[in-house]
Structure formats: C-alpha cells, structure tokens
C-alpha cells in the first residue's frame, strides 16, 4: 500500500454494507469516528458521504456520522409487494456511484478515492476513474465480506477491522436490562420490533446502562445468541418481523428470576396459528402442527 498522501480525498461510504458486515463478522457495531481517522490517513478528506435508508438504522449511527463531519445521504427503500410479500429495493448504491462519477468530474482536485464497500456492484465505477482520470482507489472493506475482484480493479486494500473485542461480560448488564424491559413492557404495537426496542433502550425512562452503540450490541448479541426468537407476521398493514423473548433459554430465564418475575407458563408461539404453547409441548395445542422454533437470521 503507497504511504499517506497529501492530496484530497473522497470518502464514499456504502453504510448497509459496512454496518451490517461488523455486525455480522464482529458481532459489534462499527466505530464510525474510525471511518475519518481511516480516510485521513491518505489525504485531506474534503468529500466525505454515507449512504443508506436511515430509518432502518439506530438514530445514534446518524448522529456519530455528523459528529465525525460525514454527510447522511439518506436514500429511502422502495417498498412493494410480489408474491403476497413485501419487498424492498434499495438504490443507496446507485446514488453512492453517481456522487462518486460527479466528484471525478466536478472536483479533480479529489485525488484519492476510499470506497468503503465490499461489494463488487463498485467495480466498473473504480476503472473508470482509474482509467480516465487517473485516480487513486483504495477499498476499505471488512475482511471475510469483500469481493476479491472489487480489491484487484482498485489496486490497494486498507480494511476496516474492530478496534477491540466486546467483552460479553462488560454488556452483560446491558443485556439484562433490555431482557427485562421486553419482559415488563408492552409498545404500543403489541409487539416488539427490533426497532421499537432499540428506541425504547435509548429511552432513560427505561433504565437500560451503556452507550448507544452498546444498547444495539446487546440487541445484535441477543438476536444472535438466542435469547430473542423472531418471527413474520401480516398485520392490517404490512409484513413484519415479531422479535419476542425466548423463556425457554438459559439466561432469559436467570434474568427473569434474578428481577423476581415470573416466567411465561407458555413460551412457544406456534408459527401457524400463534398460539402459546408449554416449553415441553411438541404439538400445538391450537392447531395440531407440529412446533418449529424458526429463526430469522438477520438481513444483510
């Protein structure tokens, strides 16, 4: 990798890509101070953007970007229904390329360009400016998410990696307290949504410790490690993702005893009917299907 520049640099950051990849990889948010700290190492960053639907991401990802001088460009999911199911379409992508296209053209002061991406979508646009105008593309990725092809057309790597393992120990707490509000309180929905608790663990009424990024990294722990269980639905509106405790694990369960709350004599929802079924029942008592615990991986 060449030495650090002194030219200008434009940072283009492709949010869903990278947010989701450490939350994947890591199991932890990402730092976003560490996204400007990584783009000044090869210039002075004079362009500096982050692309992704902001509302399916926690409020506090929007606020570290304008902390760290990154402009949100918020590019709004389509939404729409085939097949009986709604989908979504982003075009976060297209709109990260035509920035990247106008700031070749508009701004050739901008000499070195940091895409942090791993997505081999960003191919084309990165020989292109590399071809015509001569530029300097580095791609900052997540190591085990980046496409090698997107690393060969730009020519140099300089990957994003976590600045320190999360201590489980130190969200324990963390995890509890969110446990324990999805146990006591019901939103206004009915339901929980990954969402609705992230907001509600941000609320100070709600007595849950730690900062922001350590509220969704006990959420992102709990989704991965079991201890919620999350399932689709069709309400009057539209297809959504249920997110409910799972009684039946281990810690939820200490957790509930430790608050001096009674467990749920019927943890297991039925996925056909929703009925709640005993933890040692196989057939559901609502409708006779056989019981499946079906979890939702969570979208990348």
Wanted: aromatic fraction near 6%.
């Amino acid at each position: 990798m060449q030495g650090a520049g002194t030219g200008e640099v434009g940072l283009f950051i492709d949010l869903e890509n990278i947010r989701y990849s450490f939350l994947n990889v890591y199991q932890i948010e990402p730092n976003v101070a560490q996204f400007i700290e990584k783009a000044r190492k090869h210039g002075r960053v004079s362009v500096a953007m982050a692309y992704a639907d902001f509302s399916e991401h926690p409020q506090w990802v929007r606020r570290a970007l304008d902390v760290a001088g990154i402009a949100a460009r918020d590019i709004p999911v389509r939404r729409f229904v085939r097949d009986g199911h709604e989908r979504l379409k982003s075009s976060a992508d297209l709109h990260m390329l035509m920035d990247i296209m106008e700031t070749a053209l508009d701004r050739p002061q901008v000499s070195t360009y940091v895409l942090m991406t791993g997505d081999s979508d960003y191919i084309r646009v990165i020989t292109w400016i590399k071809n015509r105008f001569e530029k300097r593309v580095i791609v900052c990725g997540v190591p085990g998410t980046i496409s090698a092809d997107l690393v060969a057309a730009a020519g140099e790597a300089d990957h994003l990696a976590a600045d320190h393992g999360v201590a489980t120990d130190a969200l324990l707490g963390t995890i509890e307290a969110v446990a324990i509000m999805m146990k006591r309180a019901t939103p206004p929905t009915g339901f929980w949504t990954i969402k609705l608790i992230d907001q509600w663990a941000r609320d100070s009424r709600n007595g849950v410790p730690g900062n922001d990024p350590d509220k969704s990294n006990a959420i992102s722990y709990m989704i991965k490690n079991g201890l919620m269980r999350r399932y689709k639905t069709v309400t009057d509106v539209r297809e959504v993702t249920i997110s409910e405790l799972d009684e039946t694990h281990p810690m939820v369960r200490q957790f509930v005893a430790n608050a001096g709350l009674e467990l749920d004599p019927a943890p297991l929802r039925c996925l056909v009917c929703a009925a709640r079924n005993a933890i040692d029942v196989v057939i559901c008592v609502g409708c006779g299907a056989v019981l499946e615990i079906r979890l939702i991986a969570e979208e990348t």
